[in-house]
Each structure stands twice: as C-alpha cells, then as structure tokens.
C-alpha cells in the first residue's frame, strides 16, 4: 500500500479532500491531508508575507514526518509546489501526480509569470479591488471549471475557503530539473476550454489520464478519482 500527502488547490485546505481520503483509506493507503499555511485550518497564520517558497516547506515537512517515500498529489495551483519540492527532494517521492495542476514552463517561472497578459492583468486588479491589495478573493478561484459540483459543494467551499497571498502566485521557482527523476502522472479533468494538452505532457514524460469533470473532481467524482490515485499508486515506478 502507498503513503499518499494530497496538497490542494489555491483558497482550500485540508477539508476539500475528505471524501476521497476516505475512500483511499478504504483501500488500505494511508493518507496525509495537507493545509498549506493560510489556508483552512491554519487560516490564523494568514499573511501578506505567505510565498510559494512557505507551501514548499509546508510539504517538505509533512513528507519529512511521514518518513517514507509518498505519492504527492497536487491540484491546480499546487502544481508549483509539487514541482519545487520534487526539486529539492525527489527522493522522497515515489511518484508526482498533478490533478488538472499548473507546470512550471521554464525553470525560473511564477505562476502569474505563466499567465496569459489578459488573464495576468484581470487578477492583479482583483487582488487590488478585492482581495484588499495582497490576497486573491475565494470566487476567483473557484472559477467557471467547477461549476460541476453541487450547490452544497459551492456553499462549502465559499464558507471554508480562504483569500491567498498573492506573493504563493507572484515568486519564481528556480528549478535545477532534479524533479524530472520522479515518476510524473497527470490527471486532465476534461471540461471544456481545459489548456492542459496531453500530447505535450507525455513529451515531457509523463503519463496522462483523463477524467469527466470539473476542475474539483475531489468534490464531484471522489470515487473515480480514489480509483485512479489507487491505480497510479500501484504502477512500476
């Protein structure tokens, strides 16, 4: 059985994993559930400060703790940060699953860096008018890709997310390609006007799976997406 740490996407925390945690418990995993600072339950630490170099650390020592290989699984956002501590420790990943994740494009990329101009230029005037000139307000990441799951599922996560630094968006990861040592996976959720193409993320060596849904499939689809994390987690490496 694998040791899978489940990192979630921007404005959430720990709690948007509960259901597939479970049914990877069921299965006989264990299962680390990751709230990167500021976030969930450890929104008390909320700050201007908070960068994306805080969430690698963030995972590094859950995966420290854990003390042994794990699968690490990342959603949107934590792509980055999957990718930064795959860098700095890929021996203490057994595999890198990205779920519907941002990739660094270059070695030395932020994420608003990797934005379009129009896109980069519609956050950074909502961050200034609502998101109090440091944060990105919860709705903007909720996003019209996942307007899948339910109306419950929608009051939960505006009730439990969270604004994030915008500095988790704005520092650039300086890679030395270490991470491309990891067996890599991603899982493409297949809604419409997706970016992701699978064609170049197999050149860059990875395998690519895809499901039917949203881009909160922990929310809409736990168990087909526990099904693929079971499956990815017993390939050869």
Request: proline share 6%; charged share 25%.
């Amino acid at each position: 059985m694998a040791t899978f740490v489940l990192v979630p996407g921007s404005c959430a925390g720990a709690w948007a994993w509960t259901r597939v945690t479970r049914l990877l418990r069921e299965k006989g995993h264990t299962v680390y559930e990751q709230t990167l600072t500021g976030m969930g339950d450890r929104s008390h630490l909320a700050s201007p400060k908070i960068n994306l170099s805080t969430h690698i650390a963030d995972v590094a020592n859950t995966i420290l703790f854990a003390g042994e290989k794990v699968v690490l699984v990342c959603h949107s956002y934590a792509g980055f940060v999957g990718t930064g501590v795959a860098d700095r420790n890929p021996e203490s990943l057994a595999r890198l699953v990205y779920l519907d994740a941002n990739i660094p494009k270059a070695s030395n990329s932020s994420l608003w860096g990797d934005f379009s101009e129009k896109d980069r230029r519609e956050s950074k005037e909502s961050v200034r008018t609502k998101g109090n000139g440091w944060s990105f307000p919860v709705m903007e990441e909720v996003g019209p890709p996942g307007f899948d799951i339910s109306r419950r599922d929608m009051k939960m996560m505006m009730e439990l997310g969270r604004p994030q630094s915008v500095r988790t968006y704005s520092e650039r990861l300086r890679l030395t390609g270490r991470y491309r040592a990891v067996p890599r996976s991603f899982i493409k959720c297949d809604w419409g006007g997706n970016p992701f193409d699978p064609e170049s993320l197999r050149k860059q060596g990875m395998d690519v799976t895809t499901v039917k849904s949203g881009h909160w499939p922990m929310l809409s689809c736990p168990g087909i997406l526990a099904t693929v994390l079971d499956r990815l987690a017993n390939e050869p490496r």
